[in-house]
């Protein structure tokens, strides 16, 4: 069974899970031998216990005593699916799974011989919620489960991308948000610049002019108004 749930694909202490212990609302405690989960939070349990002493017997044994063996074989898988029935696994307290369980006979031959004496056996089984499964149909089953498990996961990552995608476009919305109000500060800052400055060449004698005539009527300055400045004020001087 664990080389069929290795082949499988699922991982294990994630997809499933070895003889976890459950307790039920009475107090009793179950170890199914395998739990495997299901993306939409269930549970599916596989039971390995199933004896094959008689069918090795039957294999073992000349042509007088095969069909008794034969007989106590397939009793034994009967006997096993009643007893699984009963344990009404899926009514395990806090434990969600489906009203089903696998149990699993690990040689196929075994389930083949006793289907073929008793072809019956299979849908007996299935009324009282219990699918027999061998090696092959066991890891069919698996692979359609890691194939469930895989589109689930890309299911998370498409909502997970969305999600960012979402939060991205959010920040940049504020970003531009942000970067339009310095635009506008920017913009009034170079207004208040630009009054400013006008303010400085106004008028005939304006500060520009008044400033420079210090200059020439004997203030000690060792720095020149920049020349482009000066020939405005014269301009603006003149001007008015």
Known sequence: LERVLEKSGLEKDREYEVQ?????EDGSRVLPDVIINLPDGKKMIIDAKVSLT????????DDEEQEMHLKAHLNSIKKHVD????????????????DFVLMFIPIEPAFAIAINHDNSLYNKAFEQNIVIVTPSTLLATLRTI???WNNEKQQRNAIEIARQAGALYDKFQGFITDLTKVGKKMDEAKTEYEGAMNKLFEGRGNIITSIEK???MGAKAKKSLPEPIMKRALEENEND
């Not at 976890?20 to 039920?24: D, I, L, P």
């Not at 008689?54 to 044994?61: D, G």
């Open 20 to 24: 976890q212990s459950f307790k039920r």
């Open 54 to 61: 008689s069918y090795e017997r039957y294999v073992n044994t």
């Open 214 to 216: 210090l200059k020439k």
């Open 146 to 148: 890691d194939t469930m």
């Open 83 to 98: 007893q699984l029935s009963a344990k009404k696994y899926e009514d395990i307290y806090e434990m969600e799974s489906p």
